[in-house]
């Protein structure tokens, strides 16, 4: 099943240049959901590290970063 993003929006890879706003979206969702966040671009970057960013990761944008994902595989499951 394909689904496309709502009009005005675009999907395309993550990029490590993209690491500031998507640790913000981060920090903004564990704070909403959490209340707290300990998340750092770092972080992020060393977590990228286990994948293909350019195949396994997505990132919904317009004229800012509106939602991102990542799937790192684990042996046979994947995060």
Do not use: C, K
């Not at 704070?31 to 990132?59: C, M, P």
């Not at 509106?66 to 994947?78: L, N, Q, T």
């Amino acid at each position: 099943m394909a689904s496309s993003p709502p009009e005005g929006f675009r999907i395309r890879p993550a990029t490590v240049e993209d690491a500031p706003a998507i640790n913000e979206l981060v920090v903004a969702v564990d704070t909403a959901v959490q209340g707290w966040s300990d998340s750092t671009e770092a972080e992020l970057v060393d977590w990228w590290r286990l994948t293909e960013l350019a195949g396994n990761s997505w990132v919904v944008e317009d004229d800012t970063l509106a939602a991102y994902g990542v799937v790192i595989a684990h042996g046979e499951s994947v995060e």
